[in-house]
């Protein structure tokens, strides 16, 4: 009886520390999660990315290096999760005025849904969600690569509804001023994300 309860107090033990060890102390649980982990403890370079924008205009995702990005993803017909993050967005366009100003931070909304996202949907949603002038841009990628880049590259997942929208997943990816996706947090926390400008994350 005793050899039989430390034979599986054993297997335990062995499990536990399994379990540890592939879940980085267990921090990940999810495969969301486990990608977020890797993305703090290994930042990614950003790829090269062509968008348009509100006037029409393309730029790279590169072009955007030298600054602090706050990256949110959209489709302009949603008006529920959308509407809230464009809300959010706002309000950090505000609090984040004046490394705005400086040319330090830029806020980014990329829109997933580019056949319906044109330029004057673009800008329709961001006067709808309340942008204050300069340093949030709403951009679509140009062609099927570059949306294909964009949603491999920064994780995002979106499925039709069936009712001409989508389901999706909705956070903000941090990218520093050298280039590279060092966090992906939760939309519901944009606070989070502005931290790192004042480098406080993860206070």
């Known amino acids: ?79 529920t999760y959308c509407s809230i993050q464009g809300s959010e967005f706002s309000r950090l366009q505000q609090q984040l005025a004046e490394p705005i100003a400086q040319g330090k931070a830029t806020l980014l909304s990329l829109s997933f849904d580019p056949d319906h996202d044109g330029p004057a949907e673009l800008e329709s949603y961001l006067q709808r969600s309340g942008v204050h002038g300069a340093g949030w841009v709403a951009a679509r990628p140009t062609d099927a690569t570059s949306l294909t880049t964009m949603m491999r590259f920064f994780g995002v997942k979106a499925i039709s509804d069936g ?20 966090d992906v947090v939760d939309w519901s926390d944009p606070q989070m994300a502005a931290r790192y400008l004042s480098g406080r994350a993860g206070s």
């Open 1 to 79: 009886m005793l050899r039989t309860l430390l034979a599986s107090l054993l297997i335990l033990v062995a499990g536990v520390a399994t379990l540890a060890a592939a879940t980085e102390g267990f921090r990940v649980f999810t495969a969301e999660t486990a990608r977020r982990f890797d993305i703090r403890a290994h930042p990614r370079a950003l790829p090269s990315l062509t968008l348009q924008t509100t006037n029409g205009g393309s730029i790279d995702l590169l072009d955007l290096r030298g600054r602090w990005l706050l990256v949110d993803f959209v489709y302009t017909r949603c008006m």
């Open 163 to 182: 009712m001409g929208g989508f389901v999706h997943n909705s956070a903000i990816g941090v990218i520093d001023p050298r280039g590279r996706l060092i």
